[in-house]
């Protein structure tokens, strides 16, 4: 088996701010629609108002005739797309409308003002059929989908589970749920797209704002029929992804069609907040029955944990909420299922942490009621369920500190002063208690990365210095930053001399900033060109010497389960009389690998636990049953969590350097710190009430009557 060689750390590992920090808060960064083109039109979409049936009039006359129109796009004389085998992306292609707030018809205009006025313009009616919009745990349309994001298996079954659970001295058996909740970077989704129908089969010039260039192209290529080669796509900068931005959404295809429509006049979309809400991806919602089983000790003896979810029925995405429940805790039997509920509605997609995040709230406030069963200390029952080797495949870990996290935590929070009994401690009318949860992630690695290493020696009184190129996605990580450093440590060089250049189809492609996977992959490339080059030029290069590396295969997922773990810990008040809920303070305790720059990765972890934070008590997309629309579509009504929800938040990780993930040791740490901060806030309302909370938000509520 293959053993990866690890870099020597000397710039990986030590805090360095983002160096295009500058140009940020100078505004000089330039982020998707910001470009200045020659001649721009803008689009304002018309979105469906019906959540199934058939478009039957669509009148542009009113519109059109507005000074400043330039054109109307419709269902009824958009091209015909190369290839609409992904329903998402067949844009404008026929009447059907699948969801309310899909892509009916766009207005192009010299201004905003006047596609949006535009817009408001054109009527649209419809044939409505019956629909169902609502996720229903016992609809009669469940189904098993083939396999769950991205490609694990929809059912598993290990041992005898029913016996378990029927022959366990102790159980719990209850249901969990989580909220639809939408992807609200502060960058709403736009692109600025050129169309030049010069050539062969003409060219795309695309500003986008994404987490992945190359896959930008794939796409866009694919439903053009055009070659990747012809479509460019750039995106240095980017204001948040959380992965709405993984997956290209419906909103480039309309816009490479509005370019094509009108040659010469580059078209700018920037998505309105509210279009967000149904045109690019979010977090389905979740019904998880979860059974456990154990001896009075609390060693469990099996686990089951089923779940419900919707999808839409143009095109399937079955999130993997159950797999979290695989890997973490030894149970001899167990079994972990997925059904869709096929709905008229938008297509769900990635949100941080897809399947981890709601699948390790209904799994850690179920060991969270198993301990009070057992009447043990949550911290105490999960170190006793520590596994050996990963439960499900039987791999031993590549590596693996969870108790170490959770004993840190301890130490740290101060745990042991707890008194575990719940509902005792009022303090100015404040009900106060404090939870645990557990987080893992896998430590995703794909093929498909390339990257360059170019030298320039130095000019008269100059210094060398170095590019590395790979198009890969700086979403505002610092992504750019850390893969400097990986280069500089790589080619065992001064990380001020090193030049990162990202986001551009230009450079050599890369996968997506995606399942945290992308400083493994990515780096992994430019440690492999750094090496090359290394070998192909030593220590005394030319100026202009170049040289190309890629992700090179490895065996080691063959060999061992990879993770991330952490612990958090969560102090939480309830007002006794209203039943508000506030969390002042969250401990995350996290091993991660080696940690490539603590700057940049403390944010990270902060801000997963922010998001989980605002998952506990905040975000809901309420889907209105009778319309099939989000009614809470906007800032003012869906609420995230904001400065003043937040309370002390400290971030800690222990040393960990695992030696098969990649060669700088590290893992992926952009979801994991989502991954049970929910449920450790749910955890700490029990402590503090006596009030068992089963849903996410936790709202005023549960704590009432
Ligand atoms: Mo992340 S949800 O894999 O972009």
Request: proline share 6%; aromatic share 6%; net charge negative.
């Amino acid at each position: 088996m293959t053993t990866t060689d690890l870099v020597p750390a000397r710039a990986m590992g030590t805090p360095r701010r983002r160096t295009e920090g500058p140009a940020k808060v100078t505004g000089t960064a330039r982020y998707a629609a910001e470009y200045a083109v020659a001649r721009p039109l803008h689009l304002h979409p018309i979105l469906a108002t019906v959540p199934r049936g058939r478009v039957t009039a669509i009148h542009t006359t009113a519109a059109e005739a507005l000074d400043g129109v330039v054109a109307v796009l419709t269902t009824r004389d958009a091209e015909a797309l190369a290839d609409t085998a992904d329903r998402e992306f067949a844009v404008l292609q026929d009447d059907e409308i699948g969801f309310r707030g899909q892509y009916v018809a766009a207005v192009l205009a010299d201004t905003s003002e006047t596609a949006r006025h535009g817009a408001d313009l054109v009527r649209v009616t419809y044939d409505e059929d019956p629909f169902r919009a609502r996720l229903d745990p016992d609809s009669g349309e469940l189904y098993a989908p083939d396999s769950v994001n991205p490609a694990f298996a929809t059912d598993s079954v290990i041992g005898d589970v029913s016996s378990a659970l029927r022959d366990a001295p102790v159980t719990v058996d209850a249901t969990y749920r989580t909220a639809m909740t939408h992807n609200n970077p502060m960058e709403p989704h736009a692109s600025i797209v050129v169309w030049e129908p010069a050539g062969t089969g003409g060219r795309f010039t695309i500003f986008d704002s994404t987490q992945g260039v190359s896959a930008t192209r794939r796409n866009v290529a694919t439903v053009f029929g055009l070659d990747p080669g012809d479509v460019d796509v750039i995106s240095p900068h980017v204001g948040g992804g959380f992965g709405s931005k993984g997956n290209m959404h419906a909103n480039v295809v309309l816009a490479c069609l509005a370019a094509r429509r009108v040659p010469g006049r580059p078209v700018t979309y920037a998505l309105t907040r509210q279009q967000m809400f149904s045109l690019v991806g979010y977090r389905t919602p979740t019904v998880q029955h979860v059974r456990l089983g154990a001896s009075p000790d609390g060693r469990l003896t099996g686990l089951v944990h089923d779940v419900v979810e919707q999808t839409s029925r143009i095109k399937e995405f079955a999130e993997q909420t159950a797999t979290y429940s695989r890997s973490v805790y030894a149970a001899p039997h167990r079994r972990t299922t997925h059904r869709l509920d096929p709905l008229d509605v938008p297509v769900p997609s990635w949100m941080r942490a897809p399947g981890e995040c709601p699948g390790s709230f209904a799994a850690e406030v179920a060991m969270d009621e198993l301990a009070t069963a057992c009447g043990l200390d949550p911290v105490e029952l999960r170190i006793r369920n520590e596994p050996d080797a990963d439960p499900e495949s039987g791999k031993p870990f590549s590596s693996r500190h969870l108790v170490e996290c959770l004993r840190r935590g301890v130490e740290r929070f101060g745990w042991s002063r707890r008194d575990p009994t719940p509902r005792a401690r009022l303090v100015d009318g404040w009900w106060t208690g404090t939870g645990v949860a557990a987080a893992a992630y896998p430590a995703n690695r794909a093929p498909g990365s390339g990257a360059t290493v170019r030298f320039h020696a130095p000019a008269a009184g100059g210094e060398e210095h170095w590019d590395v190129e790979i198009a890969a996605a700086d979403i505002g990580t610092g992504a750019r930053t850390v893969l400097g450093q990986i280069a500089a440590d790589a080619l065992d060089v001064d990380v001020d001399t090193v030049e990162v250049t990202v986001g551009d189809t230009a450079v050599p492609a890369a996968t997506v900033a995606g399942g945290s996977s992308g400083t493994t992959n990515w780096g992994t490339a430019v440690v492999d060109a750094a090496q090359r080059f290394r070998e192909k030029f030593g220590a005394d290069p030319s100026d202009g010497d170049e040289a190309d590396g890629t992700t090179p295969e490895t065996d080691a997922a063959e060999h061992y389960a990879m993770s991330a773990f952490g612990a958090h810990f969560v102090e939480v008040a309830v007002h006794a009389d209203t039943g508000e809920i506030r969390v002042p303070r969250m401990l995350g305790v996290f091993a991660a690998g080696r940690i490539l720059n603590p700057t940049t990765a403390r944010s990270q972890l902060l801000g997963g636990m922010t998001m989980g934070l605002s998952m506990a008590l905040h975000e809901d997309s309420v889907m209105d049953p009778r319309s099939g629309h989000v009614v809470n579509h906007d800032l003012a009504n869906y609420h995230i969590a904001s400065c003043a929800d937040v309370g002390e938040i400290d971030v800690e990780w222990i040393d960990e350097v695992d030696p098969h993930v990649n060669p700088m040791g590290s893992k992926g740490i952009g979801e994991i710190g989502i991954v049970g901060a929910a449920a450790a806030v749910a955890n700490a309302a029990h402590h503090a009430t006596g009030v068992r909370v089963r849903s996410v938000p936790i709202t005023v509520d549960a704590f009432l009557g």
